[in-house]
């Protein structure tokens, strides 16, 4: 479904993605680990088109069509999706409102037409359960005063309203506690199937406890210097990433 | 010569003309009015208090004035596109400055007491009580337009609410501008609200889709006694080729509360200014107001908070949107006189510029007094946030729709201060309408584009 071929981009002028080659399937689980600064969010970044950063070189296939060439609003329409790092606390509009305006706009690239407030209501009540996203969150502004547990929970809910062919989780697990990462990462275990893929990217192998990957890749600067299975995710968590700067012959 | 001069020149020929078609409560004042115009003229773009609005260039051109009351065929309903229509109102209109009497609620449907209607004809027919308080708030000495008002003014609405009297229902006045040529119109609103008594007024400009000039000269006095409650919304939704030129004094009595809340959804150019007066203690005044600008549109906002007496609070939000070539501008000047002890003043005004050329000036001004209060004022003026814009679009909700969504979130906290449910209601569906260039009178929004 992702074909990722040598990917650079930069923001300001500053080179960040140096040559990124990935293959993503259905079904599939993939980790991107790597140290602070090797471009983990920034892939994830360029991936869902924010403005801010710019791709120099190299082509992103999104089941055959040019990722790359689409708006922002488009990707999602196409079923991309990203988990935020960091959510954004936008006062004034509510969640409802809010995920009402992006399901519909998902119905109408597809041809579909607006769901009845009736239908939506029920939509959110059935994919708020996935997450334990209390009722009284969902009537608030979006992200406004939710606690850091609540924000990824509520990153994980919109994902379950919008029903992503790719999710990329972005550092989901920074800022939880374990019982808020048990929620979040069931959330996206039952979300999972065959048809759809995750790219989780994170620091930790904590995460992968929960959410397993089919295949693991590190990330250093701006590059994919290796890739293997879950268990290159439990030697990084085991022994760092110096191994792997040395196997570059940088230390 | 200057604008003003046809104005006196017009005044002192046509003086005869203008007291024979209105009351003598009115016309008591008219003299010292214009001798108070000739004196200081119109403001300038050198006083500091105008310097965001060309009032000469506003009042210069050749406008009609219909001194002689000549009767407008009219159908009111049918100009009469209020936008707020689910309300269930105790419904006035006002066509250019002349009360409409044709069309009024029975008298039955008010409380016993309450006298609503022609202000020229109140002024027959309740001299006394009319004369109590015309021009007893209006500082003419202060602002020409004030003075010019005072001298031209034959008629408008008046609203008295005796003591006690609780008037469920809102009250709402229409203004309707129209005219076949260039056409200045000077109204005078007159409210006096009793001790302990509570009313609301809603008041909606609108002016009709001809091509010509509007002028809109326009005076409020608002009388709060002591232990009243009394909202005041101005909602002005009128033509690109419309400039109103509003002040509205509030005087407030012990305890009493008074709510003001000016909304322009469509404008031309709009200079308002609110000067409120605390004569009691423990009164609170809420004074708020947005504006949505874009094109060539301007909004000039001054507001005067005058804390006399201690013990009064007074809560201030103004927002403005500004798009295109849009131009705003915000100054609030806040009062604590010696002795008014326990003041509480706050002051807010937050600005949007969603383009590049729209332009906004911001100037709190707080002069204190008195060395126990809590005062603050806070202005800013920002651009939308880019990160919410992203992180709306990355869920599949485009540009357009995002950046009218995130405009409108801007504008809720204004919205949120009415208290008229159904009101509220309407204004959140207009001020969407808006955003999206839905709005009668308004073709070329951001969000349409």
């Known amino acids: 479904m992702l074909k990722i071929t040598d990917l650079h981009a930069s923001i300001n002028g500053k080179e960040i993605l140096k040559g990124i080659d990935l293959v993503v399937k259905p079904g599939e689980v993939h980790a991107i680990m790597g140290p602070n600064g090797s471009g983990k969010s920034t892939l994830s970044a360029v991936l869902t088109g924010n403005p801010a950063y710019e791709v120099t070189r190299g082509s992103v296939e999104f089941y055959g069509k040019d990722l790359l060439a689409l708006s922002p609003e488009d990707r999602s329409h196409e079923g991309l999706f990203l988990s935020f790092q960091y959510p954004v606390e936008i006062p004034g509009v509510s969640m409802v409102n809010f995920m009402r305006t992006a399901v519909n706009e998902q119905r109408k690239y597809r041809g579909l037409e607006p769901l009845s407030a009736t239908d939506f209501l029920k939509l959110m009540r059935e994919k708020r359960a996935i997450v334990e996203l209390d009722n009284k969150l969902a009537s608030r502004s979006v992200n406004e005063g939710f606690s850091g547990g609540e924000k990824k929970r509520n990153e994980i809910f919109q994902m379950a309203m919008l029903e992503p062919r790719l999710s990329i989780l972005d550092e989901t697990d920074s800022g939880l506690d374990i019982d808020a990462l048990r929620i979040v990462a069931g959330g996206v275990n039952k979300l999972k199937s065959e048809k759809n893929a995750t790219i989780v990217i994170t620091h930790y192998q904590r995460l992968l406890d929960y959410i397993a990957p089919d295949f693991v890749h590190v990330l250093y600067k701006g590059r994919i210097v290796k890739s293997g299975g879950p268990e290159l995710a439990l030697e990084l968590e085991e022994r760092g990433y110096d191994w792997i700067k040395k196997e570059l012959g940088e230390i | ?449």
Not at chain 2, 69 to 96: A, G, H, K
């Open chain 2, 1 to 449: 010569m200057s604008a003003v001069q046809q104005y006196i020149d017009l005044y002192h020929s046509q003086k005869n003309l203008i007291a024979g078609h209105s009351s003598p409560v009115m016309n008591a004042l008219r003299d010292e009015a214009m001798a108070l115009l000739e004196s200081k003229g119109l403001p300038t773009l050198k006083d500091e208090e105008y310097r965001r609005t060309d009032i000469e260039a506003l009042y210069a051109p050749d406008y009609g004035l219909n001194l002689g009351r000549v009767n407008i065929e009219i159908n009111p309903y049918e100009v009469f596109r209020c936008d707020v229509p689910n309300l269930s109102t105790l419904l006035y209109f006002v066509v250019n400055d002349t009360f409409y009497t044709q069309a009024q609620p029975a008298a039955a449907k008010l409380p016993e007491g309450v006298v609503a209607g022609s202000l020229c004809e109140m002024a027959r027919q309740y001299p006394q009580l009319v004369a109590r308080y015309y021009g007893k708030a209006a500082d003419m000495k202060r602002d020409g337009t004030v003075a010019l008002n005072t001298a031209f003014a034959q008629d408008g609405f008046f609203l008295y609410i005796p003591d006690g009297v609780v008037v469920e229902k809102p009250i709402q006045l229409v203004n309707i501008l129209r005219g076949n040529v260039d056409f200045m119109v000077n109204r005078r609103l007159l409210i006096v609200v009793g001790k302990g008594a509570q009313a609301k007024l809603l008041v909606c400009d609108h002016s009709d889709e001809s091509s010509v000039r509007f002028l809109a000269s326009q005076v409020c006095e608002i009388f709060v006694d002591d232990d009243a409650v009394f909202d005041y919304y101005d909602m002005e939704e009128s033509s690109e080729n419309t400039a109103k030129v509003a002040s509205v004094f509030v005087r407030q009595g012990a305890r009493s509360n008074v709510l003001v809340n000016g909304i322009v959804l469509h404008n031309g150019v709009t200079r308002s200014n609110y000067y409120s007066t605390f004569d009691g203690e423990h009164a609170e005044l809420s004074l708020c107001g947005m504006g949505i600008v874009d094109k060539e549109q301007s909004v000039d906002t001054y507001t005067y908070i005058d804390h006399a007496v201690s013990h009064c609070h007074s809560n201030e939000l103004f927002k403005y949107v500004l798009n295109d070539s849009a131009r705003g501008s915000f100054c609030g000047r806040i009062l604590v006189r010696h002795g008014a002890q326990k003041t509480e003043a706050y002051q807010g005004n937050k600005n949007l510029c969603a383009s590049p050329l729209a332009k906004m000036y911001t100037k709190p001004q707080l002069e204190i007094y008195a060395d126990d209060v809590k005062c603050s004022h806070g202005a800013t003026i920002g651009q939308l946030d880019q990160n919410a814009l992203f992180y709306m679009r990355s869920r599949g909700i485009t540009e357009a729709e995002a950046r009218m969504l995130l405009m409108f979130a801007f504008t809720n906290d204004v919205i949120e201060q009415v208290r008229l449910d159904a009101l509220k209601d309407r204004l959140r569906q207009l001020v969407e309408k808006r955003f999206r260039g839905e709005l009668a009178k308004c073709s070329g929004c951001q969000a349409c584009r």
